[in-house]
């Protein structure tokens, strides 16, 4: 079952859970750390000063959690903004997320980060028990009363493997070749993974131990951060084609794998953009709708 059958499972006739009270925490968006992520991208960090507008899809590094590792779930992931439930339902995989973007965020300003869970929604499916848990973030410049920027995101929380499953899927045949307007082709790497990871101070194994993704989870390699594929899908939007997103809303369908080609690829549609992510096998991972 796909992943937004599973969600469109989950949250037929749920079992809806409280909400929780949001986690606020003063942030910097400092010129060191914003310099960190141009050179993660292999852009010059010497281009970005004080008082310029974060680009947009840069704001992930104000998300981080400061969960403590004695409370990290038993995969390493601790949340973003807010400490994620365990639930005994040890495997997570991003479902999706929608960012608006009401007003840049100036290099060197002091953030205020809201970030609370909106729902969690459990449900016993054909493919076992799961929850839907939907988080939301607010970010606010100083103490503006509306927030520049709102992400929601929301997870899959799965049961363990069963025993003997950890081994990787057989090879499936490749999709048929990709047709789009603009293409560009990347290779996450392991200094690519790692360096996201520490930015966002994310130490969900699937992306950090190898061992962990192939045994544990089943996955072929260490598997690319939901977040850094969006990341570098709207930077190809922004560097390669020049457009400035409004809103978007991601779709994650499949999983990225390190050390392997990820085809990015854009279309204008309707004055909006629709971009997406291949794998190797020309299989879509990512799908991306961008207002402008």
Not at 65 to 81: E, I
Not at 210 to 225: I, K, M, S, W, Y
Request: charge should be negative; proline fraction near 8%.
């Amino acid at each position: 079952m796909s992943k937004s059958e599973l969600i469109a499972e989950a949250q037929s006739n749920p079992d809806i859970t409280g909400v929780t009270s949001p986690v606020v925490r003063e942030e910097a968006c400092s010129l060191a750390t914003v310099r960190r992520v141009a050179a993660m991208l292999d852009l010059e960090p010497d281009d970005l000063s004080l008082g310029q507008a974060l680009p947009r899809g840069w704001h992930f590094m104000l998300l981080a959690a400061d969960t403590r590792r004695s409370s990290l779930r038993s995969d390493g992931f601790p949340g973003l903004g807010v400490p994620m439930p365990d639930l005994g339902l040890p495997r997570l995989m991003l479902g999706g997320r929608t960012v608006s973007f009401h007003q840049d965020i100036p290099i060197g300003a002091r953030v205020m980060r809201s970030s609370a869970v909106r729902s969690i929604v459990n449900k016993t499916t054909a493919s076992g028990p799961m929850a839907v848990v939907t988080l939301v973030h607010e970010l606010r410049i100083d103490a503006q009363p509306e927030p520049a920027i709102v992400e929601t995101q929301t997870y899959l929380l799965l049961p363990a493997r069963a025993a003997g499953s950890g081994a990787p899927s057989p090879a499936v045949a490749p999709a048929a070749p990709i047709q789009a307007t603009h293409m560009k082709t990347v290779v996450p790497d392991d200094t690519l993974l790692f360096q996201y990871s520490a930015l966002g101070f994310n130490s969900h194994r699937i992306h950090v131990d190898r061992e962990h993704a192939r045994q544990v989870e089943g996955f072929p390699d260490l598997v690319v951060n939901g977040g850094l594929s969006t990341l570098l899908l709207t930077e190809f939007l922004r560097q390669d084609l020049g457009v400035t997103p409004v809103s978007l809303s991601a779709r994650h369908v499949a999983p990225l794998y390190c050390h392997r080609p990820v085809t990015l690829s854009a279309d204008p549609v309707d004055g909006r953009w629709l971009l997406k992510a291949h794998d190797d096998q020309h299989r879509l991972a990512v799908e991306l709708e961008v207002k402008v």
